[in-house]
């Protein structure tokens, strides 16, 4: 019989007695495991081989199981380091055993909350004391996954996962035996027939291609896995919220990144020698070290507001104003410049009420990067312009807005902006810890910054973290895991933005 090689090492290398599982063949016959499942396919075909399914399980350690493979579980290392304490004769202060275990960080809270329930000790009013527990199935099965030997332990598997220490995957594990037929056709001789897996310029022009043996397509052959291109989780919501916003009527701004004061704080009321100035930690920057243009006529109303307020019995900050902190230039902390552009009839000429404006971008804050805060982010602005607006239309806007993502249980918490009274903060839970976060800050633009604009009706206005919405869609517990250096390239390639 005439095989091609691949087929042909492949039923060379079957038992009729013995299954052999499709990696076994690869690893002896140095092929992928693709190219021997296609042979084995087409083998089966021929009825040369018989191929036996299974489902099977993968387990693998993640990143943290890989560690306390190594290092030890935390609740062990604490456990040891109470041992050498005699904490096993008297309790010591936790502190103690702590320091003396080297645990960091998230590692103490892991530690301490295993540490009772697997038996190791008991914490009581700050001190532990240890038992002489020395088995430990988590460990072990550790250290027999890290290994590559398997574990059959349910129940251990399933608190390992539960712990973030394993990911497992259901795969099918492919095993052959040869036929008789198979049998017959390795006992009367196989002969080898190159085959050819592509048409080749080559092999049309020589002509060749009359001769060879063409490989099979086998659309069932396992293939190596594709990873395709996608938006990235942040760019879906951002568009999402873009489409919302369009829907319910606003019209998208757009600015610079890097402004003067005078549009980023001045315009908003902002007293030039209030920590309030800096309470968003803006980057400052050295070039350009000023801006160009200033519009006159409102500079010298928004001078006049900070020095003397608006208004028959205005009052201003009785604390210097000048234009040159004015003119300085910053990365901009909020969008709210933006706003004060398009209000001003800088950005777009003068503008009629009713009106509606957004835009969807980025900010920059001198911040100390956590969970829920990075230097740089995108900002939801948003405002309205129009007669008799009140704080129920400013809630009535966002409960419509947030509806579209699901999030119905929004909480407002009154709050200072400089800028806007009434002001309200925005909070909203996470789905997976229930934690409320904040998400928003919002209020009514103020006489003195409304004045100096030439705004003569209300105007309500917000600025909302887009990152915290894709927390609360996607249930990401840290801002990293979304975006930054630190990313999880697993949840990127997985996390869905529904609505
Ligand atoms: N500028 C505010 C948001 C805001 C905009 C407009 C009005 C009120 C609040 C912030 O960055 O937090």
Not at 125 to 139: K, P, Q, Y
Not at 234 to 259: C, I, S, Y
Not at 364 to 373: K, S
Request: proline letters at 4%; a negative charge; glycine letters at 8%.
């Amino acid at each position: 019989m005439r095989l091609p090689s691949t087929q042909a090492a492949v039923l060379e290398a079957a038992s009729a007695t013995e299954e052999r599982t499709i990696a076994q063949l690869a690893e002896e016959l140095g092929e992928k495991p693709e190219t021997v499942t296609g042979a084995v396919f087409a083998l089966e075909e021929e009825g040369l081989l018989e191929v036996s399914e299974e489902a099977i399980e993968g387990v693998s350690l993640t990143e943290e199981g890989e560690q306390y493979a190594e290092m030890g579980l935390p609740e062990r290392r604490l456990h040891e380091a109470a041992l050498e304490l005699d904490a096993d004769e008297e309790p010591v202060p936790m502190g103690e055993v702590i320091g003396r275990s080297g645990l960091e960080g998230g590692e103490v809270d892991i530690a301490l909350s295993n540490y009772a329930r697997k038996g190791y000790g008991e914490i009581d009013s700050g001190e532990l004391s240890a038992t002489d527990r020395e088995e430990d199935e988590e460990a072990d099965a550790l250290a027999l996954i890290d290994a590559g030997e398997p574990v059959t332990d349910e129940l251990v598997l399933s608190t390992l996962d539960r712990r973030d220490l394993v990911s497992r995957r259901e795969s099918t594990v492919r095993s052959v035996t040869l036929t008789d037929a198979g049998v017959t056709a390795l006992m009367e001789g196989i002969e080898e027939s190159e085959t050819v897996g592509q048409l080749t310029p080559e092999l049309l022009t020589t002509g060749e291609w009359e001769e060879v043996e063409f490989a099979e397509y086998n659309v069932e052959a396992d293939a190596a896995e594709v990873v395709g291109g996608k938006k990235h989780v942040l760019r879906q919501t951002a568009d999402r919220v873009k489409d919302v916003l369009v829907g319910m009527g606003f019209e998208e701004m757009d600015g610079p990144h890097v402004d003067s004061e005078f549009w980023i704080n001045d315009a908003l009321f902002m007293p030039q020698d209030h920590p309030a100035r800096t309470h968003w930690d803006q980057f400052a920057l050295e070039r350009p070290d000023e801006a160009d243009e200033l519009p006159e006529e409102l500079l010298e109303r928004v001078r006049s507001a900070h020095l003397e307020g608006v208004g028959a019995d205005g009052d201003g900050y009785h604390s210097p104003w000048t234009e040159e902190v004015a003119r300085g230039m910053d990365l901009r902390g909020h969008t709210t410049s933006l706003s004060m552009r398009y209000l001003s009839g800088e950005a777009v000429g003068e503008l009629e009420p009713p009106q509606r404006y957004f835009s969807v971008e980025k900010v920059y804050r001198n911040d100390t990067l956590d969970p829920t805060h990075l230097l740089e982010f995108f900002q939801i602005e948003g405002w309205v312009m129009a007669d008799d607006l009140s704080v129920r239309d400013l809630k009535g806007t966002f409960t419509e807005f947030y509806e579209r993502f699901g999030i119905t249980d929004l909480q407002f918490k009154p709050h200072y902006n400089p800028y806007t009274e009434p002001s309200f903060e925005l909070f909203g839970h996470h789905p997976e810890t229930g934690e409320l976060i904040e998400i928003g800050n919002s209020g009514m633009f103020r006489p003195e910054v409304l004045e100096p604009l030439g705004v003569e009706c209300d105007v309500m206005a917000w600025g909302l973290a887009l990152e915290r919405l894709a927390m609360l869609i996607t249930g990401a517990e840290d801002i990293r895991d979304l975006h930054g250096t630190l990313a999880d390239i697993e949840f990127l390639r997985n996390a869905e933005v529904t609505y």
